[in-house]
């Protein structure tokens, strides 16, 4: 049975209305994964811009490779839009699944 650890972001505390929000992100991970497959979770109020001060997805990261888990997003774009920090993020050998194309390859998640 594979292990997950979520990483939730939104950019702003009103985030929410725009179906974006925590709740619908964790409802999300929670319909792909199973709650019993969830070992950690970490949330993080960020601006997908600033994609190089992301304490809390550096600590699920760290998780995972402690647990050897698959992080796991509700949408790719709630890691980021930059194609270099999602291509270095597939470098480190960390699986990582997006709910919302959770069939994509690594050629597939480049071409996006």
Do not use: W
């Amino acid at each position: 049975m594979t292990s997950f650890v979520s990483y939730y972001r939104v950019s702003t505390d009103r985030q929410g209305a725009s179906g974006l929000g925590l709740e619908a992100q964790r409802a999300t991970v929670l319909a792909h994964t199973g709650s019993g497959q969830l070992v950690a979770e970490y949330t993080e109020i960020e601006s997908g811009k600033k994609h190089s001060n992301r304490p809390q997805l550096l600590a699920a990261l760290a998780e995972c490779r402690k647990r050897r888990a698959t992080l796991v997003i509700a949408k790719l774009d709630r890691l980021g839009r930059n194609l270099a920090f999602i291509a270095a993020l597939m470098d480190s050998q960390i699986d990582f699944v997006a709910c919302d194309n959770p069939h994509a390859n690594r050629l597939m998640l480049h071409m996006l």
